[in-house]
C-alpha cells in the first residue's frame, strides 16, 4: 500500500495503476472549441516497479480539481504519452510526464479511404465517430452528399474536415466517469454552468496583493480588420450556364457587453473573398444511383450556396472580435457560456472558445508530506454569445488531394456489359476502396471523357463493365473523379498482341485500329484496322451486322488496281444476298477492256425511255431455250453486210398488212417440199426478162372450171370455149413495187463521264530516330 496518498490534496490524478501510485503534483494544458484537449501532468511515483506504461498508454486518465464550496470538477481523457524521468539522490520519488488527450485523438491514428454515398454529413459522422461517446446536436437542414470521400486520411482529419465544411464545432464535457464529445452548430447547445456562482462570473482586475477566488483577473477586447464580403461560384455540368453564384456580406454589428461592435469597418465591403470552386454543386446529381432521372435534386443547389456562403462568411467573421482575459475561476470549460459582472462596458453573455490551464503543488509537497496548497491560474478567450453569428470553426485542415491519376475497374449490376446514365457516366471500382462492392453502388455516376463532345455530335466510346480506365481528378479533389482514357491490363488484352482471337495477327504491334464487342454475349464485333506492315499495307472494316452508309454529296473513290465485290454467303449447299441499287438520275460505267456478267437465274431490264447499244466489233447471243421479243412500234433493222438465218426447224410470221421485199440481185428459195401461195385477190409475177416454171411431174393453171394441164402423158386443155388467135386480151396486174425499208437510226456511242479522282495524300515520316 502506497505510503503518499492524494486524499484531501486539492489535485490528484486516476489512473488504471491503482490508488495512489502515481501521484499528481502539476498540470498544464489546453482546450478549445474543435479542437483537441491537451493536458501535460506532472506526477511522482514512489515505486517506479508499478508503473507499466502498457497499463497507461490508452487508458483513461481522470485528474481532479478541487472547487469552492468542496465542490469538484474533472479533467478525464486518455493517456498517449508517458515519460519517466530522474530520480534524485536519495529522492524516494521518481519523476513522470503523462500527456492526456480525448479519445477523438485515437482517430488521427487511424487513416483509411472509403467511400460515402446518398448520406448527410451529420450521418458520416455518426459512423466516423462510432465508439466515442458523443451527443450530436445538430439542427437544420443537411442534404445527402451523392458522393463523400475519404481518401488517404486519418478518421480524425476526416471527421474535422466535414466539421469545418459544415460549420460544425465540438467540445467536451468532462465527468469523474470520462469525457462526452459534444457536436454541435448552433449556439443553443452552448450550456451554462450549473451553479449560479459559476455562470455569472465577476470582473475585478487586481493589481497585487490578495485575490478573491473566482474572478476574471483582466479583460481585453481586440476587434481585427476582416473581409466584408464573400463570394462562391460553383460549376454542374447539369447546368452548364449557370455559375451557381451565392454572395454573403458581414453582419453590421455584434453586441459585445453593452457596446455595439462595429463589423462594417474600414473599407471592408470592398474587401471581398471569391473563391471557385464553392464545392456545393457536386453535393448533387440529377441522375439516381440507378440511372433513373431525379432532377429535383439539382434545385437544392441554390438553396446550399446561399447556406455554405453564410457558414464561410461567418467562418472569416468570428475571429474579427475576440476577447481575452486571464482568471482564476477553476470551473471554465470550452464551449460553455458565462456572464461577465461589474466591467464598466462589456457586462454580458460570452462563449469560451479556449483555455489555457496551470496547476500546481505549491509550497510543501509530497516529499514533506503536508497536504499542501497549490496555484491556479488560466488564460482564455471568449466571443459575445450571438444568435446571428454562431461560433464557426476555422478551415484549418486541408483535404487531400490525389497527385496525379489512377486506375479503376468499371463495374454495374450483375448480368451487364454496359451501364451508363444518359450522360454516358460510369460507375468504378477503385483499386484502394476496401469496402467496394464491386457492383453499381461502387461509386458514384462518372463522366468520361471524349476526343470531341458537341451538341449531340462527337466521339462515343463508353467504358464497359470489367474494363480498367484512367481516373483523373477535377482539381485533385477525390470527390470529383473523371475517366480521362482507358488501359489493357492481363485480363483485357490488346486485339492485336499477345495470342488473341485473331490468328493472322498475333504479337503485331504494326497493326492498330478500333474493334469493338457484341453486346450481350460477345459473339462477335465491329472493326476498324489499319496495317502498316510494309508492303502489306492494309485498311480493314468489318461490320457484324449492318453496315450503312450515307453520303450527302459526292462519294469518290479510287482503286489503283482490282477490285472484288462478294455479296452473299453459301452455307450448306444453300446462298444468301442480294444487291440492290437505286440511282436518282444517270449512272455512268466505263470498262477500259472486258466486261463479264454470269446471272445465274433470271434478269429483267426495265427501261423507261430509249436503249443504245453501240458494239463496235462483233456480237454473239446464245440463248438455249426460247426467245420473245415484243416491239411496241416499229422495228428497224440496217444490216451493212450480210445477213443469215438458219431455223432448225419452222419459221412462222405473219404481217397484219403489207410485206415489202427488194432484193437487189438475186434472191434464191428452195423448199424441200410444198409451197404454197395464196393471195385474196391478185398475184403478179413478172419477170424483166426470161419467166420459167418448171415442173418434174405435173403443172396445172386452173381458172374457174378451165384449166390447162401438162404432165408427162402430154398437153391438156379443157375449158368452156378455147380460143386460139380468136382475140381477146392478157389479163394485168399491179406491178412490183416494194417500199424502201425505214433507215434504222444508228445508236449512240456511249461516252460515260470521266469520274473524278479521290483526293490524295502524303506519307508522313517515321517517329522513331534515324
Known amino acids: 500500500m502506497p505510503t503518499y496518498t492524494q486524499a484531501n490534496r486539492p489535485l490528484a490524478v486516476t489512473t488504471p495503476l491503482g490508488k495512489d501510485v ?103 459522422l455518426k459512423k466516423v465517430l462510432t465508439g466515442l461517446d458523443v451527443s450530436f446536436e445538430i439542427q437544420g437542414t443537411f442534404h445527402p452528399r451523392d458522393f463523400c470521400v475519404q481518401y488517404r486520411e486519418s478518421d480524425f482529419d476526416f471527421a474535422s474536415r466535414l466539421m469545418e465544411e459544415e460549420g460544425i464545432f465540438y467540445f467536451f464535457k468532462h465527468t469523474a466517469d470520462g469525457h462526452k464529445m459534444v457536436v454541435a452548430n448552433t449556439p443553443d447547445s452552448h450550456p451554462k454552468f450549473g451553479e449560479k456562482s459559476e455562470a455569472k462570473i465577476i470582473y475585478e482586475e487586481a493589481f497585487g496583493g490578495r485575490r478573491e477566488e473566482e474572478r476574471i483577473l483582466s479583460w481585453e477586447k481586440t476587434q481585427e480588420l476582416r473581409s466584408g464580403k464573400y463570394t462562391l461560384w460553383d460549376h454542374c455540368f447539369e447546368l452548364p450556364h449557370k455559375h451557381l453564384e451565392a454572395e454573403v456580406e458581414i453582419l453590421d454589428a455584434v453586441q459585445a457587453g453593452t457596446v455595439s461592435q462595429k463589423l462594417r469597418v474600414g473599407g471592408n465591403d470592398r474587401l471581398e473573398l471569391y473563391d471557385y470552386p464553392g464545392a456545393y454543386a457536386q453535393r448533387f446529381d440529377g441522375v439516381n444511383k440507378s440511372g433513373g432521372d431525379q432532377a429535383a435534386d439539382l434545385s437544392k443547389i441554390f438553396e446550399d450556396n446561399k447556406r455554405t456562403t453564410k457558414i464561410r462568411m461567418q467562418t472569416e467573421t468570428v475571429p474579427g472580435l475576440v476577447l481575452q482575459g486571464t482568471s482564476n475561476c477553476r470551473h471554465l470549460v470550452t464551449g460553455y457560456q458565462f456572464t461577465l459582472e461589474r466591467h464598466f462596458d462589456a457586462d454580458g453573455d460570452y462563449v469560451l472558445t479556449a483555455i489555457m490551464h496551470s496547476a500546481r503543488l505549491t ?34 485542415t486541408v483535404k487531400p488531394t490525389v497527385k496525379g491519376t489512377q486506375t479503376a475497374v468499371v463495374v454495374g449490376p450483375p448480368g451487364e456489359e454496359i451501364f451508363t446514365d444518359k450522360y454516358g457516366r460510369v460507375k468504378v471500382q477503385f483499386h484502394w476502396d476496401r469496402e467496394g462492392k464491386n457492383n453499381a453502388d461502387s461509386s458514384c455516376w462518372v463522366r468520361v471523357a471524349q476526343l470531341w463532345a458537341g451538341k449531340r455530335w462527337g466521339t462515343s466510346f463508353w467504358p464497359r463493365i470489367g474494363q480498367e480506365v484512367i481516373v483523373d481528378f477535377l482539381e485533385g479533389d477525390p470527390d470529383q473523379p473523371i475517366i480521362v482514357g482507358s488501359v489493357y491490363n492481363a485480363d483485357q488484352m490488346p486485339p492485336y498482341l499477345g495470342q488473341g482471337p485473331d490468328s493472322k495477327h498475333q504479337n503485331d504491334n504494326k497493326v492498330s485500329g478500333v474493334k469493338t464487342n457484341t453486346t450481350k454475349g460477345g459473339q462477335g464485333f465491329n472493326e476498324l484496322r489499319f496495317d502498316d506492315t510494309k508492303g502489306k499495307e492494309q485498311v480493314f472494316i468489318h461490320a457484324e451486322c449492318n453496315m450503312d452508309t450515307r453520303v450527302k454529296n459526292d462519294c469518290m473513290e479510287r482503286i489503283v488496281a482490282n477490285r472484288h465485290l462478294i455479296v452473299g454467303a453459301e452455307k450448306d449447299g444453300s446462298k444468301s444476298g442480294d444487291q440492290l441499287e437505286k440511282v436518282y438520275q444517270d449512272k455512268h460505267l466505263q470498262v477500259d477492256r472486258d466486261q463479264i456478267e454470269h446471272i445465274g437465274n433470271n434478269m429483267e431490264l426495265l427501261i423507261d425511255n430509249n436503249l443504245d447499244v453501240a458494239i463496235k466489233a462483233n456480237k454473239a447471243e446464245h440463248i438455249a431455250s426460247d426467245s420473245d421479243l415484243h416491239i411496241g412500234k416499229d422495228h428497224r433493222e ?123 495524300s502524303k506519307s508522313g515520316q517515321k517517329s522513331a530516330p534515324s
Open 22 to 124: 502515481l501521484l499528481l503534483i502539476g498540470l498544464a494544458g489546453r482546450e478549445a472549441i474543435s479542437q483537441l484537449f491537451n493536458f501535460h501532468l506532472d506526477l511522482l511515483a514512489e515505486d517506479s516497479s508499478k508503473v507499466k506504461f502498457e497499463e497507461l498508454l490508452g487508458h483513461k486518465i481522470t485528474v481532479t480539481f478541487k472547487l469552492p464550496n468542496d465542490r469538484e470538477r474533472y479533467f478525464s481523457g486518455i493517456c498517449n504519452r508517458v515519460s519517466q524521468g530522474g530520480r534524485s539522490e536519495g529522492d524516494i520519488f521518481t519523476s513522470y510526464r503523462m500527456e492526456v488527450v480525448p479519445a477523438f485523438w485515437l482517430l488521427s491514428k487511424r487513416a483509411q479511404s472509403r467511400i460515402f454515398q446518398h448520406i448527410t454529413v451529420p450521418d458520416i
Open 638 to 760: 440496217k444490216i451493212d453486210g450480210t445477213s443469215s438465218l438458219t431455223v432448225a426447224r419452222d419459221l412462222k410470221e405473219k404481217i397484219d398488212l403489207s410485206a415489202s421485199l427488194n432484193v437487189g440481185m438475186n434472191q434464191d428459195q428452195k423448199i424441200g417440199m410444198n409451197h404454197a401461195l395464196e393471195a385474196g385477190l391478185t398475184i403478179h409475177l413478172k419477170s424483166g426478162m426470161t419467166f420459167v416454171l418448171e415442173a418434174g411431174v405435173q403443172m396445172s393453171l386452173k381458172v374457174g372450171g378451165n384449166f390447162i394441164d401438162i404432165n408427162p402423158a402430154g398437153i391438156f386443155i379443157q375449158g368452156t370455149m378455147v380460143m386460139i388467135n380468136s382475140g381477146g386480151a392478157p389479163g394485168s396486174g399491179p406491178s412490183a413495187n416494194p417500199q424502201a425499208p425505214d433507215a434504222a437510226r444508228d445508236a449512240k456511242e456511249a461516252k460515260p463521264t470521266v469520274p473524278n479522282t479521290a483526293d490524295d
Open 363 to 396: 509550497g510543501t509537497d509530497y516529499r514533506s508530506g503536508d497536504e499542501g496548497e497549490f496555484d491556479y491560474e488560466n488564460r482564455f478567450t471568449c466571443i459575445p454569445f450571438s444568435d446571428v453569428l454562431p461560433f464557426r470553426p476555422a478551415q484549418v
